[in-house]
């Protein structure tokens, strides 16, 4: 494994090769040369997967499925066969909505739901909801802003069918105690999802310590392509999974009184996939595995920390920030961040404004919506007085007397 050093790390993403101060890994990350490389071979080469056995189609076949091995690793699944690929977090929750809790759920069932959730997180369990006559449950957040354990306690009940929960808050950084509450759902029988967008990327994932029930993540923040996603299932889930879709290569007979289905993971995967997303994945990683994390995400959280420290010195400012995120959401008293978001971006800051698709943890802070800055290891010390110079630029147009 390679020792972290952030010029070497930088140097690996053509975006940054020309002056770019990108604050928005949250949203998605910056791609290394490495995987764009791998992406742009397999489309030079060619080749399906699971359909045929010329070279190309071999090749492809090879590098696809071992693809899943890499992802168990990752998250330290028990086999790669509990890997389904998807086209991200949100397909894979609308997944597991769909594929196993509609045919379960009884009118009256309650889905438990983090008041800390994206709304890929919600929506798709709104909508089971709405067509099961199944009710969506809040766990809300404290006046911290954090999940606890003893408020869960009063949320689960004889009804409870699924709790789902994020690794980390794509607002706050906010990091809920995930072993802690998995024990304590499934104490009271219930099954968790955890949501890994944000998680996977800052944190290391051991869905067997946790018992996670289901697991999901999107590979384009993790510096990989977009389109792509994982979800992970426990066994005894996936053997709950019903699918959802119909089509090539998931079964192994057919005519017009029925079908026999392949197992998971390849039940859950029909029609051509993605597979030079896969491809793009596996090669991310790679670059992945030979990075000494650790030590690029205390570089990460180092830059987040002075930046959080610059920023809270301005005056107005409320920050929302978990302690050591690599996240920092922030508003100023009686100014609208939109107006604040497009000075700031004169400067070429790339930040993200507005609600982050997590409505109900905006009415949770009290706020309309934020700005935030989200940092990756590629992030410089240069990044972070660029943010605060372009912030008290923007502040100060803002607030000058006539
Ligand atoms: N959950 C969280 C916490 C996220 O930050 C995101 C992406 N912003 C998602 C889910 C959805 O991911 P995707 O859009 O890649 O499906």
């Known amino acids: 494994m390679r020792k972290f050093s952030p010029d070497w790390f930088r140097q690996q993403f053509p975006a940054l090769h020309k002056p ?3 604050l928005d890994s949250a949203a998605t990350s910056l791609r290394p040369q490495v995987m764009i490389e791998a992406t742009q071979a397999y489309y030079q080469n060619g080749g399906t997967v699971h359909r045929s056995h010329y070279s190309q189609a071999k090749e492809a076949t090879e590098r696809y499925e071992a693809c899943r091995q890499q992802v168990a690793q990752l998250i ?3 086999e790669a066969n509990q890997i389904i690929w998807t086209r991200g977090s949100t397909e894979s929750i609308n997944l597991v909505a769909q594929a196993w809790l509609a045919h379960q759920l009884q009118p009256g069932d309650e889905i438990l739901v983090s008041e800390a959730e994206h709304h890929a997180n919600l929506l798709p369990w709104l909508m089971l909801a709405e067509q099961t006559g199944a009710k969506v449950v809040r766990w809300p957040l404290s006046p911290q802003g954090e999940l606890e354990v003893d408020e869960l306690a009063l949320r689960l009940t004889a009804r409870t069918r699924l709790l789902a929960v994020t690794q980390m808050s794509n607002v706050t950084g906010y990091v809920p105690p995930m072993a802690e509450i998995i024990a304590l759902a499934h104490q009271a029988g219930v099954p968790v999802l955890v949501d890994g967008a ?3 990327v800052h944190q290391p994932t051991d869905v067997q310590r946790w018992d996670a029930d289901f697991y999901v993540f999107s590979a384009h923040k993790l510096y990989g392509p977009t389109g792509i996603g994982v979800l992970y299932a426990r066994k005894d ?4 999974m019903r699918p959802t879709q119909g089509g090539g290569k ?3 007979h057919v005519d017009f009184d029925g079908y026999r289905l392949l197992s998971a993971p390849w039940c859950f995967e029909p029609g051509t996939p993605n597979i030079a997303g896969v491809i793009g994945l596996a090669s991310a990683l790679g670059f992945h595995q030979s990075v000494d994390w650790q030590a690029a995400e205390a570089w990460t959280c180092q830059l987040a920390d002075y930046a959080a420290e610059q920023l809270a010195a301005l005056p107005g400012i409320t920050l929302f920030r978990a302690a050591g995120s690599p996240i920092i959401s922030f508003v100023f008293e009686s100014l609208h961040s939109a107006d604040l978001f497009t000075l700031i971006s004169e400067h070429n800051v790339a930040l993200r404004v507005g609600q982050h698709c997590a409505q109900p943890l905006m009415q949770a802070l009290g ?4 700005l935030r800055a989200s ?3 590629y992030n ?5 007085e660029k943010l605060v110079r372009a912030v008290t630029f923007a502040y100060q147009l803002l607030t000058e007397e006539e």
């Open 375 to 377: 940092f990756a290891a």
């Open 76 to 78: 330290n699944a028990a």
């Open 250 to 252: 998931i079964i192994s």
């Open 198 to 200: 944000q998680g996977i």
């Open 367 to 370: 706020v309309q919506g934020t």
């Open 20 to 22: 770019y101060c990108y």
């Open 380 to 384: 410089t010390y240069d990044d972070v």
């Open 237 to 240: 889930r996936l053997a709950e």
